[in-house]
């Protein structure tokens, strides 16, 4: 019997190979030990879980973000918070796209991202992320995850062969919309990172390079690597590997950037979007 099972969870999968639902929690009030453990077991089988109908406060959401590790630091402490809404916890993320005196109050506000793996700039890039939503939009915004186990496992074998044992550069490139825009260098500089990440603690390969921040393979001339990186970026995202999250108010979302990419559709721009955002800190470097 797994530990879910023993927890007596009431876990849903959400799509084939990436996300599950658990059902009928209350996040407010899941506290016991043996709760916590299953859920953490189910997201490192399921790499997204999902939680609806949630009513967080920032508390809630920094001690339930404690479930699945040490919460991330955030390089600024939070400034900006919108009218109606009280101020922001320290290491808690505002992403949205409302405007107050015609300057945005959340981070990556507008439209459509390309898929990425979230900090993977960093040296040491944070191995998980919550979001939990506030407001949403009509239509849109939809959440894409995708999962970098099953595209590993299916990955044709004579790319796999090529690039087996490669590492790979990224930039931060979280407000472009276009491959290989470095402007982010500057500020955050760049990391190199194995092409196939080993899951830390269920010991499983998956891609780990994505469209939006991967810039090259390390000691690869571009002719050669470009070829190979977008048949990697297009296998990746077969809508077979992927799981579609439509939003409504109250949801939780834990998403396992080891493992898994995501991307945001586009959405109206003059509808609010606002989310709350949290990370896992990691603690090595992805080998
Ligand atoms: C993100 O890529 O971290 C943001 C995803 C979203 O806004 O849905």
């Not at 009280?86 to 439209?111: H, K």
């Not at 390969?205 to 990697?232: H, W």
Request: charged letters at 25%; one cysteine or more.
């Amino acid at each position: 019997m797994n530990v879910a099972t023993k927890a007596r969870l009431d876990v849903v999968q959400l799509s084939p190979h990436i996300g599950a639902e658990i059902r009928h929690l209350d996040l407010r009030e899941t506290r016991d030990p043996s709760t916590v453990e299953a859920i953490h077991q189910a997201w490192l089988e399921h790499t997204v879980i999902l939680f609806r109908n949630q009513e967080l406060s920032q508390e809630d959401l920094l001690r339930v973000t404690g479930y699945f590790g040490e919460v991330g630091k955030l390089s600024r402490p939070p400034e900006f918070f919108p009218k109606g809404y009280s101020r922001l916890l320290p290491n808690i993320m505002m992403i949205s796209n409302i405007r107050e005196n015609g300057e945005t109050i959340g981070a990556l506000p507008d439209g459509e991202m390309m898929y990425h793996h979230d900090m993977i700039h960093a040296a040491i890039p944070h191995y998980a992320t919550l979001l939990y939503s506030m407001e949403i939009p009509s239509y849109g915004g939809d959440t894409l995850f995708a999962s970098g186990y099953a595209a590993y496992e299916k990955l044709d074998p004579a790319i796999r062969t090529k690039l087996e044992g490669r590492n790979a550069v990224h930039h931060y490139n979280y407000g472009s919309t276009q491959r290989g825009d470095n402007r982010g260098v500057a500020a955050h500089g760049e990391s190199v990172h194995p092409v196939f990440r080993t899951h830390d603690e269920t010991g499983r390969k998956a891609i780990y390079v994505n469209r939006l921040m991967t810039a090259g393979i390390v000691d690869m001339p571009p002719e050669e690597s470009e070829p190979l990186l977008n048949a990697v970026f297009d296998h990746s995202e077969k809508p077979e590997f992927v799981y579609a999250h439509v939003w409504r108010k109250g949801d939780l979302l834990i998403w396992d950037n080891r493992c898994s990419m995501h991307a945001r559709t586009d959405f109206p721009a003059d509808q609010r979007r606002l989310m709350l955002r949290t990370t896992i800190k990691g603690n090595e470097r992805p080998r």
